[in-house]
């Protein structure tokens, strides 16, 4: 399910894919055109939505400068696949170097709760196989 406009006005931005500072952000797609980053906002409530929304900006802005920070991290065993930090809410992010280059790819969101976080991180591995197969 695409964003509606009237949502949140960054997240409408994102979905269409804009530049926030430096680095272009985009939801992951899927084939059937679910976006999981996206439906996953639809279940946050306001305020864990606004403080994840914030770490996107920061990370439109500042990209692989935010690594070494609590805001970034890098998913162990991967390259350019990252976990973006907000309190409780996680972010699984790719950094796709490819044609166009400094863009980030919103792939899966998650609250960290416990041994969930490995199904997560999985399945988000899933959905950068699926976007790369698609590159």
């Known amino acids: 399910m695409v964003v509606p406009a009237i949502a949140i006005p960054l997240l409408t931005y994102i979905t269409q894919g804009v530049i926030v500072g430096m680095y272009k952000i985009n ?30 900006q920061y990370l439109g802005e500042y990209g692989l400068e ?47 709760k416990g041994r969930r976080e490995r199904e997560k991180i999985d399945e988000a591995r899933f959905l950068l196989y699926e976007y790369l197969s698609r590159e």
């Open 27 to 56: 939801y992951y797609t899927r084939p059937n055109g679910d976006q999981p980053v996206a439906n996953w906002f639809d279940e946050l409530d306001k305020q864990k939505r606004a403080v994840i929304k914030d770490k996107i």
């Open 66 to 112: 935010l690594l070494g920070t609590k805001m970034l991290k890098p998913v162990k065993g991967e390259n350019d696949l990252y976990e973006l930090r907000g309190g409780q809410s996680r972010v699984i992010v790719y950094y796709d170097r490819g044609k166009g280059g400094n863009k980030f790819v919103l792939l899966n969101g998650f609250l960290k």
